[in-house]
């Protein structure tokens, strides 16, 4: 699996297992599809646009765009640039495994295998939204970013500075059949507010429920 080398801003790095626990890391290198990693830390990065050919690659894989809205198949590379532009202003982080230590000139090298995004809507309305390799999934992986997120990077102040609002919570629509990713959020402290009918077009799947969390500041 391709590695990148990226130039990054170390201080804007929020550390997810900086001494990776055994079961992330036996589970990552236990796992085929990434069995070339040597893994140093977890760690959510400001997704930059060197990342960007990577979609490709993770959601061109069924599996893991099985509970994602709005994924053509097959995914371009045009798709991938479209859809990183729609997320152009909001907080968006790279979950990486960092491979190396960070060198003098701040570049470091890393395999990206999913992302995270904060952003606000239209309404007002602020949301969480991620996704992982599936060959990742039920690792504790996704779990330990969103509890980072919510937990440790003080996300209302950074909700604050980057859209000039104050926010009481932030909310995450989940694919009523995810349970495990319905299991994730209420693990992080997020509470289940109510099932929307027929609110998400899912390719293969037409119109799905959806169930709304919501995490309390």
Known sequence: MPSLRLHVDTSAIIPIASRASPRISNALSSTK?????????????????????????????????????????PFTLK???????????KIHYAVAAIESEVQPDHVVVCNVIGSLVVGMNDCGMTELGYYLEASCWGRGIMQSCVRAITERCGLQEKIHVHYGAHVAKIYAFVHVENVASARLLESCGFVREVVLKKNRWVAGQGFVDEVLFAFYF
Do not use: C
Not at 36 to 41: H, Q, T
């Open 79 to 89: 798709d991938a640039y479209r859809l990183a532009a729609s997320l152009e202003g």
């Open 33 to 73: 599809t990434h069995s070339s990693i040597a893994l140093r830390s977890l760690v959510l990065t400001p997704w930059s646009t060197q990342m960007t050919p990577l979609m490709v690659r993770h959601f061109s894989d069924p599996k893991t765009v099985t509970y994602l809205k709005n994924m053509p198949q």
